[in-house]
């Protein structure tokens, strides 16, 4: 499939940059995969897998990632009323270019048909860039944070070390032995990603309580990078729900160009100062985002996990994200709030790439009504919201939850 797409000299820009949420962008083409013969790799156990993947040393990567939901989700078409953007992940088909210098530079572009949303990022300094509202967003500290904030990072790179420190190892065998309390944990044949070798360790629950049915993670051979995740749900054995992986990909050091940020001619630019947060002000979050008297409750171990929020007002956050903004109090933090504040618009307090949109109708088809509420199924979560103000979300069958709920 031919993935060449015509982009205006705005769009060109930048290529694709990676975001916390860009893991759940779609497939435009499906990722270059083969078998590997067994005797071309060394054997390795889960275990020793594991130890190599925590173990590995940061390397510098570049390439493209694709993304496919098989959620079973309705058609929102949601790229066509506010462009590239996060909201892609719900489904559809979309492509990513990343970089990384393997240290503290960044560069991803999420592509959609006709538009692009884009980060770059080097040290504490960011951009972001949609192309469909034309606004490049620069995210500076204070000046009287950046001292602060480089020695933060050169005590990251040079920790003082007190008492008996775990090394990555031992985190890593805590973690596989807790993971084998409900999960079994196996490597399958390895398989090639994007012309590399990679081993395979595969995740299965032990529960049949769950809509996950396994989750498979190649790691290449050399680097013990992951190369490529798959899910799969109960629903379908044979096509993963969720698929992210790398179709081409190298581990060359980018040019230094590539991290450097040029507004496209007649963009609006807007800058934006991220306060620092001083020691020891973090607060803990709260839910007042979901209503001032909400409590937060969990059910249930392992893959049969359920949380339960109260008291949630479900309206008024449709409302509030209908026309761009944040609902009041959305991070349960006054601090964090405070920084929001910073990233809107002092008047009209709109989210920089969030233009309205008829929020409450995709939440309709979205969630179907049943007795007592509406449900938002899909291939590996579940969610119910109750006409009594609760939610309850797990990747559970619907009957879980609705049983529950009582």
């Not at 990676?18 to 759940?24: C, I, K, L, S």
């Not at 081993?199 to 769950?210: G, H, I, N």
């Amino acid at each position: 499939m031919n993935t060449t797409r015509s982009l205006s000299p705005r769009a060109r820009w930048a290529v694709p940059a990676v975001v916390a949420g860009a893991v759940a962008a779609a497939f435009a083409v499906p990722a270059t995969v083969g078998a590997v013969a067994s005797d071309d790799l060394p054997a390795v156990t889960a275990d020793e897998l594991v130890d190599r993947v925590a173990n590995a040393e940061p390397v510098p990567v570049s390439g493209t990632v694709v993304y496919t939901a098989r959620l079973g989700l309705p058609d929102v078409t949601v790229s066509e009323l506010q462009g590239a953007g996060p909201l892609d992940l719900l489904g559809g088909s979309t492509t990513m270019r990343v970089w990384s210098d393997g240290e503290d530079s960044s560069r991803a572009a999420l592509l959609g048909d006709v538009s692009e949303y884009s980060v770059v990022r080097s040290g504490a300094e960011a951009w972001t860039y949609s192309s469909a509202d034309d606004e490049a967003v620069h995210y500076v500290l204070d000046p009287a944070d950046q001292e602060r904030y480089d020695e933060l990072a050169q005590q990251a790179l040079e920790p003082d070390v007190e008492g008996d420190v775990p090394t990555p190892s031992e985190l890593a065998d805590v973690a596989l032995a807790q993971a084998r309390i409900s999960t079994d944990v196996e490597t399958t044949d390895p398989v090639e990603v994007a012309g590399r070798a990679a081993y395979q360790v595969e995740l299965t629950p032990q529960t049949d309580a769950t809509l996950v049915d396994r989750i498979r993670v190649a790691v290449d051979a050399e680097t013990w990078l992951p190369l490529r995740t798959q899910v799969w749900s109960v629903q379908d054995a044979e096509a993963p729900a969720l698929e992210v992986g790398f179709t081409d990909v190298s581990f060359d050091v980018p040019e230094a160009s590539v991290f450097e940020f040029s507004a496209p001619a007649g963009a609006e630019v807007r800058e934006v100062v991220v306060p620092l947060p001083e020691p020891g002000t973090m607060e803990k979050p709260s839910s007042s985002a979901l209503g001032e008297d909400a409590d937060v409750a969990v059910s249930g171990t392992g893959w049969e996990t359920v949380v339960e929020v109260s008291e949630v007002d479900v309206e008024a956050i449709l409302g509030a994200t209908a026309e761009g903004r944040l609902p009041e109090g959305s991070t349960g933090s006054s601090g964090a709030d405070d920084l929001f504040e910073e990233f809107t618009d002092a008047e009209e307090g709109e989210l920089p790439g969030v233009p309205e949109l008829d929020t409450q109708a995709l939440y309709e088809q979205l969630a179907t009504p049943v007795d007592g509420g509406r449900l938002l199924t899909s291939a590996l979560l579940t969610v119910l919201v109750t006409d009594d103000g609760r939610v309850l979300a797990g990747a559970v069958p619907p009957a879980t939850l609705e049983e529950l709920a009582g």
